[in-house]
């Protein structure tokens, strides 16, 4: 995959600081295309659902916005909890703006666990940019499949 | 004359003249010369250099707007009101504008920049606002991720304020940040206790500010802080206060609840609902129940969402919303006029507007702060 002006100027979006505190890339020493271009085929490898998996992701967003900030269990099977904090957050890419809204997933029958904020969210299903290696919000498809089975 | 060396003094040569360049360009561009600023109709003129965003041009003349983002563009808190036409709606305001903010010529003062004269309103307590250093005093940890910062202010060593109000924290570089920045937090001390605040602090997943308070400052570090702003305080009334807090928002209802109890203002009915999942995300209970004891028209009254078998839990259960729509329904009196007074997430302040709402309290009446 190509870096394009695009990919390069998001890149640059994602440093430490920039939009958050560790930014977006973690220790990942890879281009932000080959970052992408990986994901998407470990997408495919394990037989992912994408869309489906964006959707419970939000359905669970919401429950857990419906506990005003506390953990909260949902139909049995996830112990979810959203933090909303003061502010915005705009996309690397500058494709929108969104509230510093965070969502921890885990899974209760075996324990993994996921922290994805909304802007993660768009981050996943726009750009299918799941965030580098050692990044603080980086959704590991493989944990993701596992953290959302039911 | 070696070739290499000539290679190296025509590119050392072409660089100079580049940088020159740039700094020469860069000086011409960008040189507003002086502007002048008028702030609300004559009351203050600054005379400034143009070019730097306004933001940052009046808070180096000692006039602070509000800003949790640090001047960043992300939290919409330093709008101002613009009488001169400095261009069009920027797109890094439009989406932290309104419809009614932009017809009033609202604009974010972190993004236009001074490049020619400019006429200004901005409300009129900002005047006040200061920059303070202080030393944080104690740092205490209430539940696994709140912690109480308590500074102590040393230039200048005292703050005026209304409880209820809040202070931003300047956040220095750290680890990967790289620059300054600043964020918004209520102050939980009483106002009566002028020469230190106090703020209660969540931690927030990658968050700079948070981060910082939790993993990195320490008792005896220097901080900055900048303030008072806010207009979330108690209104000078008589009818009864319906408080809800959630996480720390708990901060700013302390403040109130205290200045009030310090200046003897008991003769409101005062009920503070305070809702959270289990008992391990309680704290200043025993602070809250001694308060009742001192005081018998004030009402605290905890909330579980979902407590633990092992937290042996005797009192409400439910959202705290829930718990606040029973109490209108069956404990409070129905003939008083109330007040809301609502501090914790937009989910939790928009479900409790619904709910006072719902039980006679008027829109207007409801004074909030989305976030301690």
């Known amino acids: 995959m190509k870096m394009t002006e695009e990919l390069k100027k998001a890149a640059e979006n994602m440093k430490p600081g920039v939009i958050t505190a560790e930014g977006f890339l973690g220790e990942d020493e890879r281009t932000l295309a080959d970052i992408i271009e990986s994901d998407e085929e470990k997408v495919r490898v394990l037989n992912i659902n994408f869309y489906e998996d964006l959707k419970k992701i939000k359905y669970l967003l919401e429950k857990g916005k419906e506990a005003f900030d506390e953990p909260v269990t949902v139909d049995n099977k996830w112990l979810i909890k959203v933090d909303e ?59 993701l499949k596992k953290v959302l089975e039911e | 004359m070696n070739p290499v060396l000539v290679a190296s003094l025509i590119i050392g040569g072409l660089s100079g003249v580049l940088s020159a360049l740039i700094v020469l360009v860069d000086s011409l561009v960008n040189n507003y010369g002086e502007v002048n600023i008028d702030i609300n109709n004559g009351k ?58 932009i017809k009033q010529n609202i604009r974010l003062s972190c993004q236009v920049k001074v490049k020619s004269d400019i006429s200004i309103e901005i ?113 000078d009334t008589d009818a009864d206060m319906i408080c809800v807090a959630g996480g720390s928002g708990l901060a700013p209802i302390k403040s109130i609840v205290t200045d009030m109890y310090e ?46 078998p092992e ?17 209108f329904k069956a404990k409070m009196d129905q003939n008083t006029s109330k007040e809301g007074y609502l501090c914790g997430s937009p989910g939790m302040i928009n479900a409790c507007i619904k709910v006072m709402t719902t039980n006679g309290i008027p829109e207007d009446k409801i004074y909030y702060d989305k976030f301690a």
């Not at chain 2, 933001?55 to 101002?80: D, M, N, W, Y």
């Not at chain 2, 200048?156 to 620059?179: C, D, H, R, T």
């Not at chain 2, 937290?311 to 109490?327: A, S």
Request: glycine share 8%; charged share 25%; with cysteine.
């Open chain 1, 85 to 143: 904090a003061r502010g915005h957050l705009p996309c690397p890419f500058e494709d929108g703006i969104f509230r510093k809204v965070n969502l921890r997933i885990r899974n209760l029958k075996n324990n993994e666990e996921i922290l994805l904020s909304e802007l993660s969210i768009h981050l996943i299903e726009k750009h299918h940019f799941f965030q580098g290696k050692g990044s603080k919000f980086r959704v590991d498809p493989e944990k």
């Open chain 2, 263 to 308: 200046r003897n203002i008991t003769h409101r009915n005062v009920w503070l609902f305070f809702g959270a999942r289990s008992l391990k995300d309680l704290y200043y209970v025993d602070f809250f129940k001694d308060m009742e004891k001192k005081w018998d028209r004030f009402h605290f009254i905890p909330a579980l969402s979902e407590p633990q």
């Open chain 2, 44 to 101: 203050k003129q600054l005379k400034v250099n143009g070019g730097a965003p306004l933001l940052i041009t009046l808070s180096e003349q000692g006039i602070f707007i509000p800003s949790a983002c640090g001047g960043r563009g992300s939290c919409g808190a330093c709008k101002v009101k613009v009488l001169s036409d400095i261009g069009p709606i920027l797109p890094t305001e439009a989406p932290l504008l309104d419809t009614e903010e």
């Open chain 2, 123 to 235: 409300p009129e307590e900002l005047f006040i606002a200061k920059k303070f250093e202080g030393v944080v005093e104690s740092i205490k940890n209430l539940t696994y991720d709140i912690k109480e910062v308590k500074i102590k202010l040393i230039e200048p060593p005292e703050v005026e304020f209304k409880a209820g109000q809040y202070m931003q924290l300047v956040i220095p570089p750290y680890e990967k940040i790289n620059e300054y920045t600043q964020r918004a937090y209520s102050i939980s001390s009483s106002p009566s206790q002028k020469s230190y605040v106090e703020f209660l602090i969540r931690l927030v997943p990658g968050g700079i500010a948070t981060t910082y308070v939790h993993n990195y400052l320490k008792e005896n570090d220097k901080i900055e802080l900048v303030g008072p702003f806010g207009e979330f305080y108690m209104r």
């Open chain 2, 311 to 327: 937290d042996n839990w005797e009192g409400e259960v439910g959202l705290i919303t829930d718990v606040l729509d029973k109490y």
